[in-house]
């Protein structure tokens, strides 16, 4: 079981950005995939950005493509969300889950979370 905490989220204006980051503990030697989902009030968790125990391969959905970046570094067994040009429609909870799975924008495929951070979006 891998342990995860992510901080950096914030309140930001449209057209801020912020990086998001996420640190495991636990078993860290597993080869897990790390992904990005969010939350919004009301609605269902979707998927954001999913990265390779490489970092070398990375997915993001639609929303994302352009404007965020995910990325890792394993020395630091950290993975980040670098978020730009954001809009109102960001606004949510932001989590981290690690997967060893290769589903990789289904919630159901990863296995630990973080307890999330928030991130607002004002016009």
């Known amino acids: 079981q891998v342990q995860l905490v992510e901080s950096g989220g914030g309140s930001v204006q449209a057209g801020g950005s912020l990086r998001l980051s996420c640190t495991a503990s636990?078993?860290?030697?597993?080869?897990?995939?790390m992904g990005w989902f969010r939350q919004a009030p009301g609605k269902e968790r979707e998927f954001v950005a999913a990265?390779?125990?490489?970092?070398?391969?990375?997915y993001y959905a639609d929303s994302a493509k352009g404007r965020f970046t995910i990325s890792r570094d394993n020395a630091e067994n950290t993975a980040y969300l670098q978020m730009n040009s954001l809009e109102p429609e960001d606004t949510a909870v932001y989590y981290c889950?690690?997967?060893?799975?290769?589903?990789?924008?289904?919630?159901?495929?990863?296995?630990?979370w973080g307890q999330g951070t928030q991130v607002t979006v004002s016009s």
């Open positions: 889950a690690a997967t060893t799975r290769e589903e990789w924008i289904l919630a159901a495929a990863y296995d630990d």
């Open positions: 636990g078993h860290t030697s597993r080869r897990y995939s």
């Open positions: 990265i390779d125990w490489s970092g070398g391969g990375t």
